[in-house]
């Protein structure tokens, strides 16, 4: 099955700065990659996600980019704010699969 | 709107008893996936359901089954529980299976 890998497992930064997160994912059929954000006892939510025809997308203060030929991709996020601090998921689903397999989150920590 | 409601949110059991879990989709939502979060740990797939029908089933043993109802609501069984069991159930529905929209979660303790 799929294995998705985080790196790394914590990130502390300095409020202002920018954090990016990487993953990394072994199956090439993939082709839907999201971001999940959750905060300490609350439900992950959706921050943003990107199909396997595009190379990057932005939301505001955050990104992410996709690089298929090395089964990678990384979550950016700039101007870091006390509230980004939370635990990041991302996920990958293959062709014809219906189950996201997600990694084991970054936990990312913005020092004010 | 509504988003996904999952139900009870804390259940405490002892060995060998069985659970039910329940999740009320986003409306017009036909999928719905239930996921296993153990602390620390990214959510493994437990089911996905798409119109009432089974569309995907994890590495998980048979003491665990689901359905979907008509109203495209969902239940999740647990049964002869094991103190491995205890995790956060979370329940997600979507449009098709992709972009998948979570509930709170029933934290389930097995002691």
């Known amino acids: 099955g799929e294995n998705v890998e985080q790196h790394p497992s914590t990130l502390s930064v300095q409020e202002g700065d920018s954090a990016v997160i990487k993953c990394t994912y072994s199956?090439?059929?993939?082709?839907?990659f999201p971001w999940y954000k959750q905060e300490l006892g609350k439900r992950p939510q959706l921050i943003i996600d990107?199909?396997?025809?595009?190379g990057e997308k932005k939301d505001q203060r955050i990104a992410v980019t996709l690089n298929k030929t090395a089964k990678h991709f990384s979550l950016h996020i700039t101007e870091t704010q006390p509230e980004d601090s939370a635990v990041y998921f991302c996920a990958s689903l293959g062709d014809g699969n219906n189950r996201l397999a997600f990694g084991k989150g970054n936990q990312v920590v913005v020092i004010p | 709107d509504a988003g996904v409601t999952q139900s009870p949110t804390h259940l405490i059991k002892t060995r060998g008893q069985q659970v039910t879990l329940r999740c009320s989709p986003i409306?017009?939502?036909?999928?719905v996936s239930w996921y296993q979060q153990v602390l620390g740990q990214g959510p493994q797939f437990i089911f996905q359901y798409y119109e009432k029908e089974e569309r995907g089933r994890g590495n998980f043993p048979d003491r665990f089954s689901a359905r979907q109802f008509p109203n495209y609501s969902s239940e999740l069984n647990v049964n002869a529980l094991l103190l491995g069991d205890s995790a956060l159930y979370l329940c997600?529905?979507?449009?098709?299976?992709?972009?998948?929209?979570f509930g709170s979660g029933t934290q389930l303790s097995v002691l």
């Open positions: 990107i199909r396997s025809n595009v």
């Open positions: 997600a529905s979507s449009l098709r299976g992709e972009k998948l929209f």
């Open positions: 409306s017009g939502h036909k999928s």
């Open positions: 199956d090439s059929a993939s082709n839907y």
